[in-house]
Structure formats: C-alpha cells, structure tokens
C-alpha cells in the first residue's frame, strides 16, 4: 500500500475510496494495466506486418524500453513472486502462454521447426525476465542488456562478429 500510494501520490484512504474492494481490486487493475503496457511496448510487433526477424528484433527492443535496460522491474514478475501470487498466477499465466505461442509463432515463421519455435519462445521469456531477478538480486542493470544480446544469438538474428 506504501507503495501504491507513493507512486500514486495518493493517501491510501484514497486508494480505498478509488478501489473499495480493496487490495485485491488493486492489484487485479494493476495486473491487467501492466499486461496492457507490454502487449502496447512488447509484444504487439509480433502482430505488425513486416520481416519475421524485424518484428522479433522489436520485440527484443521494446523489451529493454519497457525494463529500462534493467532498471524498471515488470510488475507481473513481481507478483508472481509473492505471497499474493495465488490470486493472479492464472491469468499471469495464460498471458505468458500466449505471448509465448506468438513469439513461437513468429520464430516458425523465421525458420524454426514449430517445436523448436515453441521452446525457443519460452527459452527467450525465460532469458529475459531471469535478466531482471538476476539484476535485482546482485544490484546490476547489465544483466538484461547481455540477456537481450544472448536471445539474439540464439535466435539467430546477429552474427558472432556482430556480438564481438
């Protein structure tokens, strides 16, 4: 709630009059508030018309824009790691599934096998959101920069003497 109403500028009496149904209504709006940032940052380049690799690529970009090259945590991993977690892992969860099967999606479409296209999705995800806890956890903001470059790589979309 300290929070929340820091960064609101908001008393929390306040928050409770603009949320009666309390915490919980909070953190849903929250949740489905921070879902509709990525799709708008993220993940709606996987729907533009273009190049596979150049709708990855932006992807990938608007991923460091939104995380602010590590700075900014995402909300939905946050949640997902505390104690209220229970309440949202379901719809956290079906999120990530489709944005997932999108990204899977595209990398088929770049010329991945569909099952490799799958896991290379979910390897990505993995990448770039354990780029935020490991950066959190050791007070760095490194971590997603080499996470981003490494998701390239093994996409495919640089070459070795690019990464050099």
Not at 66 to 94: D, P
Not at 118 to 138: N, P
Request: net charge negative.
């Amino acid at each position: 709630m300290a929070v929340l109403s820091q960064a609101t500028g908001l008393q929390k009496a306040s928050l409770y009059h603009h949320f009666p149904g309390g915490k919980n209504e909070m953190l849903e709006t929250a949740v489905l508030a921070t879902i509709v940032e990525l799709e708008r940052r993220v993940f709606r380049f996987l729907e533009t018309n273009g190049d596979a690799a150049d709708r990855i690529g932006q992807v990938l970009e608007g991923f460091d824009v939104y995380t602010n090259g590590g700075r900014r945590s995402c909300l939905l991993a946050v949640i997902a790691q505390s104690s209220v977690a229970e309440n949202f892992q379901s719809r956290i969860s079906a999120q990530f599934d489709a944005w997932i099967a999108r990204l899977g999606k595209t990398l088929v479409e770049f010329g991945y096998e569909p099952n490799r296209g799958d896991s290379l999705a979910l390897e990505t995800l993995e990448t770039l959101y354990g780029s935020l806890a490991v950066g959190r956890l050791l007070g760095s903001f490194e971590n997603v920069g080499f996470a981003l470059r490494r998701s390239r790589a093994n996409i495919g979309l640089d070459t070795k003497s690019e990464l050099l």
